[in-house]
């Protein structure tokens, strides 16, 4: 089947300007009470749980979820807005946010009312960490082609095998991950995957071992599981059909903001170097990057507007991702190719442009592993489209 591609040309509403001011303010009380310095490079205070649950009790963490669970019901579009001004304020959301973003939506649908009480009101008060468990050594972001093993037992199932790239598992208080329950079919390599949740803090069998980045910041991991016990009531969705809630969960975590303003902060101090006057050159290529920022803007508001709607955008939401990431990667060679030739009359911004910009330089090359490589999202893509097989 063929998907045309469809980004609906969607506005935010007063109600999600207004929520914008709120954010605002309250970002700048916490910046000024020292929460965080948004101009700090290579921090590791992303993980900050005073700020996690400040931004709980505003009900800002689970802003769509029904308010039975400790949600607030209202839109994805003033959930954008939250994140929007996180993400630019440098915010150090790292507590909450994956599980905000995905986890928690795939918990509403797939686990059972217990897990659901239990565990999306700890997330609303941002006291519950998550990750996510997809990729695997060897296969990268191919999904489908996962073998770490859950064979059933009394009870449950016994976990053998690795994920790597985990992002934030050597925190987190759980997983959402793929096991391979049984062997793909040559009609469907998609067939034999099922979702897990799994508990990091209370589960033999699990280590972490850490993947540093060129950064020297740690964020990856690799996880190994050997003979872990998964219940069956962490079984989550249908058994063997995972691939169905993966293609939903990525739509979540690919169409927003943050999938464009990773090393935003380069542009902020570009603007500070090149000052009030840039010369031709400089206002030129500043005004293409911010150009080509505001369509990356656009659509993912659109995505997000469609997930509102209902609808499950992945190809949408691939396609944001594929070009967000592929920009913020390339951004910090642009704006160093821009200020090349800049004179500011404050040294100190040229000293602070340049901390950014190293930083900003070691930290591209993961921008397009996480969340989906290149490749594999335009495999999706051609498929949406129809220009290849599923």
């Given at each position: ?29 916490e910046i000024a009470a020292g929460t965080w310095d948004p101009n700090a490079v290579g921090r590791d205070e992303a993980f900050n749980y005073e700020f ?118 050597h925190r987190a208080d759980y997983l959402i991950a793929i096991f391979r329950t049984s062997a793909p079919t040559k009609e469907n390599r998609r067939h ?199």
């Open positions: 089947m063929t998907t045309a591609l469809n980004f609906d040309p969607i506005r935010l509403p007063k109600v999600c300007e207004d929520l914008r001011k709120e954010v605002r303010s309250f970002v700048k009380q996690a649950r400040k931004v709980g009790e505003k009900g800002w963490i689970g802003l769509t979820w029904p308010k039975k669970y400790g949600g607030h019901e209202r839109t994805f579009l003033e959930r954008y807005v939250v994140t929007e001004e996180f993400r630019v304020a440098n915010a150090p959301t790292r507590v909450f946010f994956t599980a905000d973003r995905q986890s928690g939506p795939t918990l509403l649908k797939y686990a059972n009312e217990d897990i659901k009480m239990d565990i999306l009101p700890r997330i609303c008060r941002g006291e519950c960490c998550f990750g996510i468990g997809m990729s695997e050594p060897g296969s990268g972001s191919d999904l489908f082609a996962a073998k770490t093993k859950a064979t059933k037992v009394d009870g449950g199932y016994l976990i053998n095998g690795s994920k790597i790239w985990t992002s934030n598992a034999g995957l099922t979702s897990f949740l799994v508990d990091m803090k209370n589960t033999k069998g699990i280590s972490c071992n850490p993947i540093i980045q060129l950064s020297g910041l740690h964020e990856f991991n690799e996880v190994v599981f050997e003979d872990a016990f998964m219940p069956d009531s962490h079984l989550l969705g249908e058994i063997d059909g995972a691939w169905k809630q993966a293609t939903s969960e990525l739509a979540y975590e690919r169409s927003g903001p943050e999938r464009f303003l990773e090393t935003f902060q380069v542009m902020i101090e570009l603007v500070r170097v090149l000052g009030e006057k840039p010369d031709l050159r400089a206002a030129e290529g500043l005004g293409r990057l911010v150009a080509q920022l505001h369509t990356l803007r656009r659509m993912s508001v659109s995505v997000n507007g469609m997930l509102q709607a209902g609808k499950e955008p992945v190809v949408e939401g691939s396609v944001v991702k594929d070009l967000g990431t592929l920009w913020e990667q390339k951004l910090p060679h642009k704006v160093r190719e821009i200020a090349a030739f800049a004179e500011p009359e404050d040294l100190a911004n040229r000293v602070a442009f340049e901390e950014q910009l190293a930083f900003a330089t070691t930290i591209a090359p993961k921008l397009t592993i996480q969340g989906g490589t290149t490749e594999v999202l335009r495999g999706i893509i051609a498929a949406g489209l129809g220009l290849r097989g599923r």
